[in-house]
Each structure stands twice: as C-alpha cells, then as structure tokens.
C-alpha cells in the first residue's frame, strides 16, 4: 500500500473532464513540490506536470496540476482516447529521505 | 538525440546478483541527477534509489538498502545499479530516469529483470 494515496481508476466521456487526486501528508506533499507521470505499460513514463503546478515543453494545457494541504490534483480536460494511461503522482518525503510514487490511477475514456 | 538506454536486464537465479547500466545521450550527464525506478508486473512505479550529478549523495527506498548500489561514471555517461542477493520480488521493469527528489523529466523504454529459479 502507498504512502500516497491515488483512486484505482476514473473515467469519463471524450471532451469531458477529470481529475486525480493524490493524498499524502505534512512531510512529503504538505511540503515539498508534486510531479505527474502518464504511464502506458511497456513505454516509458512521460511527466506531465513538476513543480505541482508546471508543464514541461510539449505537455498541452489541457493538463493541470494543483495542491491544497496534503493532497495533489491532476486535471484533464478535453478527454482524448490517447489520454487512456496509468497516471502517478510523486514527490519526496523529507522525513523519509525517500522519493514517494502514488498507487497510481487509471484513467479510462 | 536526448536519450536514455538501460542493459543488463535478465533472468537471475533468487541470491544472484546482476549490474544494470543506463547509457545517456544528447544533453550533459554530470549536470543531472540520476535515478532508478521500477515496476513489478502488475504493480505501480517504485522509487529504488538516486544519485547526485557528481556522486556525493545517494539514497536508497528501504526495499533495496544494503543490498543495492547505484553508482555513475560521468566520463562515460552512464548510471549503474548493482543489486545483491536477488529475490522474487526484484522482478520487474528498471526504468533509469533523469532527476531526483521532487520530478524526473526524461525516462528510459526500461529493461526487464526476472529472478526465478
């Protein structure tokens, strides 16, 4: 089980939205940047979002990120067939010295 | 062209040990830090351990420590993980990524490590 906590799935129509949380605590979400990957099985991982709320080159804007407290949000709007992936959150936890992975949700359109 | 490639992955007897090795491209490899991460089948990314841009700092997920060693050599652009005393539960995906902490920005196609007898 994960520290931090993700639902198993979501999902919704094409052109419709989501969102993802991704619930932690005061020593690693609370306090310390959010990052976002799209994972389809067998490729490799692409960050959508670092710095909780910033997109890399290349990520369109229909993917947002966001933090209240300890939890995270990752929205997609315009929902895309190609959008059908494993998403992660991740960040550190300075308590733990360790990097935290979500348990990671599936997002279905 | 920026990239990541791992090798080494396998089929491993349980108390075997193995090196993986990540060759980077395109773009300054001891200007970045380092990291391994990996996917058992079935199962989410795990974080396994990070190295800093010139080597001075480590860190290990509490799953692997003692038993793994990640190392790099810059002159050879190239990120390494030696895993000791293999179990079941090493099988997976290693994925070899650019960064450490709080984001990693550029990932491997990974390589996959069975430990089976």
């Known amino acids: 089980q994960s520290v931090l906590t993700q639902p198993p799935s979501v999902s919704a129509a094409p052109g419709q939205k989501v969102t993802i949380t991704c619930s932690g605590s005061?020593?690693?979400?609370?306090?310390?940047?959010v990052s976002w990957y799209q994972h389809l099985p067998g490729t490799a991982p692409k960050l959508l979002i670092y710095?909780?709320?910033k997109r890399p080159s290349g990520i369109p804007d229909r993917f947002s990120g966001s933090k209240s407290g300890t939890s995270a949000t990752l929205g997609i709007t315009g929902l895309q067939t190609g959008d059908e992936a494993d998403y992660y959150c991740?960040?550190?936890?300075?308590?733990?010295?360790?990097?935290?992975f979500g348990g990671g949700t599936k997002v279905t359109v | 062209e920026v990239q990541l490639l791992e090798s080494g992955g396998g089929l491993e007897q349980p108390g075997g040990s193995l090196r993986l090795s990540c060759a980077a491209s395109?773009?300054?490899?001891?200007?970045?830090?380092m990291s391994w991460v990996r996917q058992a089948p079935g199962k989410g990314l795990e974080w396994v351990s990070s190295?800093?841009?010139?080597?001075?700092?480590?860190y290990y997920a509490a799953s692997v420590k003692g038993r793994v060693t990640i190392s790099r050599d810059n002159s050879k652009s190239t990120l390494y993980l030696q895993v000791n005393s293999l179990r079941a539960e090493d099988t997976a995906i290693y994925y070899c990524?650019?960064?450490?902490?709080?984001?990693?920005?550029?990932w491997g196609q990974g390589t996959l490590v069975t430990v089976s007898s």
């Open positions: 710095d909780t709320n």
């Open positions: 395109g773009f300054t490899f001891s200007s970045h830090a």
């Open positions: 190295i800093s841009g010139s080597a001075d700092r480590t």
């Open positions: 990524a650019r960064g450490m902490a709080t984001w990693f920005d550029l």
């Open positions: 005061s020593s690693n979400i609370g306090n310390n940047y």
């Open positions: 991740g960040t550190w936890d300075s308590s733990l010295s360790v990097v935290l």
